[in-house]
């Protein structure tokens, strides 16, 4: 197998990077969210608003997760993994 060696510009690499909907950001409910979870959220009609914890939302996640008849949901298990996480590592005493 042989590899080009192709220039690649730095430039149009940062350009197609979005730190902004990445960045997590406080939308009024305690809740620290990135845009690019509210996406996920709204895909499936999950109103993040409606709850004042990750736990919650997590928990209406999987409730989602368990009872949708969808195949391809792996953007939302994705999601609910990360916040499992977070939370886990956010509210859990060491």
């Known amino acids: 197998m042989k590899i080009k060696n192709e220039e690649v510009n ?6 197609d990077i979005d730190i902004e909907k990445d960045m997590l950001k406080d939308y009024g409910n305690e809740m620290l969210l990135t ?23 997590i928990y209406e996640i999987e409730e989602y997760l368990n009872e949708s008849y969808v195949a391809d949901v792996d953007d939302l298990e994705w ?16």
């Open 35 to 57: 845009e690019n979870y509210i996406e996920v959220l709204n895909r499936y009609n999950i109103d993040y608003k409606k709850y004042s914890s990750l736990n919650s939302l």
């Open 79 to 94: 999601l609910a993994s990360e916040l499992s996480e977070r939370n886990y590592y956010q509210n859990t005493r060491k």
């Open 10 to 15: 730095v430039d149009d690499l940062i350009k």
